[in-house]
């Protein structure tokens, strides 16, 4: 692969970034390594991220303790060839050309890692449906 083709960059947002999207960039990143340029974003960003969701990706053997959540902004969406939204709502600005996903998750805010496992286990089975669709 020669330097002068972009690497397929991936957005994901929900609502805080402290949960969902936080999983699948980490997996995102995990399982493409740096094939893929992975952002993660939320429309009104919690403080920090949920602990259950901490604690379920390091039982999957990925290290999220030192992400923070980030607001979404407009840039990063223009620099997104995908968005993949995880019920944010209308808080996700929309523009033409851009590959837009909708996963329906259940939210892990304010659940014991018990919850959080089998949201995090789809998500995991998602992201590498969705590597697939852009190798």
Known sequence: MSASVPRPS?????VHNAGRSQMAAA???????????VR???????DTVNPAVVEAMAEAGIDISAETPKVLTTEAVQASDVVITMGCGDACPVFPGKRYLDWKLDDPAGQGVDAVRPIRDEIEQRVRTLITTMA
């Open 10 to 14: 991936v957005l994901f947002v929900c």
């Open 40 to 46: 993660s974003a939320g429309s009104a960003p919690a």
């Open 27 to 37: 997996f995102l990143t995990h399982l493409a390594g740096d094939r893929i340029e």
